[in-house]
């Protein structure tokens, strides 16, 4: 096991493709060897960077909020994957996406590394059903997907559009996702925030408004075939809380998505986290599945106090929580989180 504090070097994980020989190389960070034996592990947290591509700042952040929470770890694996872009060096045969085109799950860049055209969709789902093998994993329990920013983009699709929650469930893992201050979200249907409830949007004021990553036209191949009704669904059955830092409320940041699909959203991340956990219910009324599941499936968090900011957002109170259980010590000075009904 590397020690926290020590700046991590990434690792070299290689991921099997179903039905090809070769697989293909890809880069994370993690506390554990994942070439050794991992027979101790009982729960894995994928905690994802954002737009600037830092995993290993992503990694160290974790860890340290894994150092004071009072778990072994021996038994809590901490991975970072760090997706390349484009003018990222040091990551020769690997898949290489656009600076921001990995946050919605775009294919790799033609030309680089043997597996061009693999979304970074596809890299999740690789690295969670290597991680759910028994036989590497033995007492694994537990899958925590986590993302901030551009990873809290990353994962809220993944959280939508995966096609391994359900297997991963059948095989007794707990299954969760952290989806945390996005700038942008994955809607269901055409409609979008109203003056009043939700409405269809002008088209004059932006024509591809509902193609993805903002809607369901146009889907990523490896969203092909889906359609809103029953992606929505399936996702009220998976495990998902929503954070967004209550002074994460400025219009023109600057990592902020200022396209018109995003703006048709709302013009704030703090709004437009609102603005979709009202979405959720608003479609779920409408929804036959939803009045039979258990309302705890979706969370929503306001972390008082807390901007842009993934330290300070894992590190509150219900973030420390969520990504290492009801009994991780939590700092009593760190941000409070108060639950939203929409």
Same mark, same amino acid.
């Given at each position: 096991?590397?020690?926290?504090?020590?700046?991590?070097?990434?690792?070299?994980?290689?991921?099997?493709?179903?039905?090809?020989?070769?697989?293909?190389?890809?880069?994370? &960070?993690?506390?554990?060897?994942?070439?050794?034996?991992?027979?101790?592990?009982? /729960?894995?947290?994928?905690?994802?960077?954002?737009? +600037?591509?830092?995993?290993?700042? &992503?990694? %160290? %952040?974790?860890?340290?909020?894994?150092?004071?929470?009072?778990?072994?770890?021996?038994?809590?694996?901490?991975?970072?994957?760090?997706?390349?872009?484009?003018?990222?060096?040091?990551?020769?045969?690997?898949?290489?996406?656009?600076?921001?085109?990995?946050?919605?799950?775009?294919?790799?860049?033609?030309?680089?590394?043997? #597996?061009?055209?693999?979304?970074?969709? #596809?890299?999740?789902?690789?690295?969670?059903?290597?991680?759910?093998?028994? !036989?590497?994993?033995?007492?694994?329990?537990?899958?925590?997907?986590?993302? =901030?920013?551009?990873?809290?983009?990353?994962?809220?699709?993944?959280?939508?559009?995966? =096609?391994?929650?359900?297997?991963?469930?059948?095989?007794?893992?707990?299954?969760?996702?952290?989806?945390?201050?996005?700038?942008?979200?994955? &809607?269901?249907?055409?409609?979008?925030?109203?003056?009043?409830?939700?409405?269809?949007?002008?088209?004059?004021?932006?024509?591809?408004?509902?193609?993805?990553?903002?809607?369901?036209?146009?889907?990523?191949?490896?969203?092909?075939?889906?359609?809103?009704?029953?992606?929505?669904?399936? =996702?009220?059955?998976?495990?998902?809380?929503?954070?967004?830092?209550?002074?994460?409320?400025?219009?023109?940041?600057?990592?902020?998505?200022?396209?018109?699909?995003? /703006?048709? /959203?709302?013009?704030?991340?703090?709004?437009?986290?609102?603005? &979709?956990?009202?979405? /959720?219910?608003?479609?779920?009324?409408?929804?036959?599945?939803?009045?039979?599941?258990?309302?705890?499936?979706?969370?929503?968090?306001?972390?008082?106090?807390?901007? =842009?900011? #993934?330290?300070?957002?894992?590190? !509150?109170?219900?973030?420390?929580?969520?990504?290492?259980?009801?009994?991780?010590?939590?700092?009593? #000075?760190? %941000? +409070?989180?108060?639950?939203?009904?929409?």
């Amino acid at each position: 096991m590397q020690p926290a504090s020590a700046a991590p070097a990434w690792q070299r994980l290689h991921l099997p493709v179903p039905g090809q020989q070769a697989g293909y190389d890809f880069p994370v &960070y993690a506390n554990h060897r994942l070439d050794d034996r991992l027979d101790t592990i009982r /729960e894995v947290i994928i905690v994802q960077h954002g737009i +600037q591509r830092n995993g290993n700042d &992503y990694y %160290a %952040a974790a860890m340290a909020l894994l150092q004071a929470s009072g778990r072994s770890l021996d038994e809590v694996l901490v991975i970072a994957p760090n997706f390349p872009g484009k003018p990222d060096s040091g990551f020769d045969g690997m898949p290489v996406w656009s600076v921001q085109g990995w946050t919605g799950g775009d294919p790799a860049l033609p030309g680089t590394g043997t #597996q061009a055209g693999l979304s970074s969709l #596809q890299v999740i789902d690789d690295i969670a059903q290597l991680l759910a093998d028994k !036989s590497r994993l033995p007492l694994l329990k537990k899958i925590t997907f986590a993302g =901030h920013s551009g990873g809290g983009q990353l994962i809220h699709r993944y959280a939508v559009l995966n =096609h391994v929650d359900e297997a991963l469930r059948a095989r007794g893992l707990d299954v969760q996702y952290v989806v945390a201050n996005p700038s942008s979200y994955l &809607y269901f249907t055409p409609e979008r925030p109203a003056s009043t409830g939700f409405a269809l949007y002008d088209k004059s004021v932006c024509p591809a408004y509902d193609d993805y990553r903002y809607g369901m036209q146009n889907m990523v191949p490896y969203a092909k075939g889906m359609n809103g009704q029953d992606l929505f669904s399936r =996702h009220l059955q998976r495990q998902v809380t929503y954070l967004v830092g209550s002074l994460d409320t400025d219009p023109n940041h600057r990592v902020l998505d200022k396209s018109c699909g995003a /703006e048709a /959203e709302g013009p704030t991340r703090y709004d437009r986290a609102h603005a &979709y956990w009202a979405y /959720e219910q608003y479609l779920g009324k409408q929804t036959p599945v939803a009045k039979a599941l258990p309302a705890s499936n979706h969370h929503y968090l306001d972390v008082e106090g807390v901007g =842009h900011d #993934q330290t300070r957002m894992f590190g !509150s109170q219900c973030g420390v929580k969520l990504l290492f259980g009801d009994k991780a010590v939590v700092d009593k #000075q760190a %941000a +409070q989180c108060k639950p939203v009904k929409p």
